[in-house]
């Protein structure tokens, strides 16, 4: 069941996401996933189809790795084509997703169905967001940066400088 030839269980999760910025919302969930996984590997969308990403995934593992540097257990790793593919070099079995709304199940529910059925040993776990994080989202957080507000409530400092970079604000 486990790769690499791990012979002890080692529970290893993937955190996939854009995270185009990394939020608030996202640290929350990362945080709250260590204490019940050995290891989170935080997996970056590379997506070359997705061209409305403001900053690419050079970008986004450098704010993450900034963000995480006090962080014991996670691992940062960019990710293109199917995660489920990926997900067997780092022995990982299980996807954590973070729910917001009801709105956000219906697609996270199909996702989770189609990656068990494409690999029967994935697992996904789902985190229910912290009512005040449930509404960040990233691409709120461009558009309100866009605009000229503050976001340094709703990202960590490393984000809220880069997106005022990015918005020459
Ligand atoms: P994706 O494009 O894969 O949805 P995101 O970076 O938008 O990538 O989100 C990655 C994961 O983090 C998703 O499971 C999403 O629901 C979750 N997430 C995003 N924002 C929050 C938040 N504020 N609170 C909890 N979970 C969140």
Not at 13 to 38: C, E, M
Not at 66 to 93: H, P, R, W
Not at 150 to 156: A, E, H, K, N, T
Request: with cysteine; net charge positive; charged share 25%.
């Amino acid at each position: 069941m486990y790769c690499n030839g791990m012979s002890e269980k080692r529970r290893i999760a993937v955190y996939p996401g854009s995270f185009d910025p990394p939020t608030y919302g996202h640290v929350d969930i990362i945080k709250r996933s260590l204490p019940l996984f050995d290891k989170v590997i935080i997996a970056v969308l590379e997506n070359p189809s997705k061209t409305t990403a403001l900053f690419t995934p050079n970008e986004r593992v450098n704010m993450l790795k900034e963000i995480l540097t006090e962080t014991n257990g996670t691992k940062l790793i960019t990710f293109k084509g199917l995660l489920v593919d990926c997900m067997s070099n780092f022995g990982a079995n299980v996807i954590i997703r973070g729910l917001r709304f009801v709105s956000d199940f219906e697609y996270e529910m199909q996702m989770a169905l189609m990656n068990h059925s494409l690999d029967a040993r994935v697992e996904t776990v789902f985190m229910v967001a912290r009512p005040e994080r449930t509404f960040v989202s990233s691409s709120l957080v461009k558009e309100v940066a866009k605009l000229g507000r503050d976001i340094s409530p709703f990202v960590p400092p490393p984000v809220a400088k880069a997106l005022k970079e990015k918005f020459a604000i």
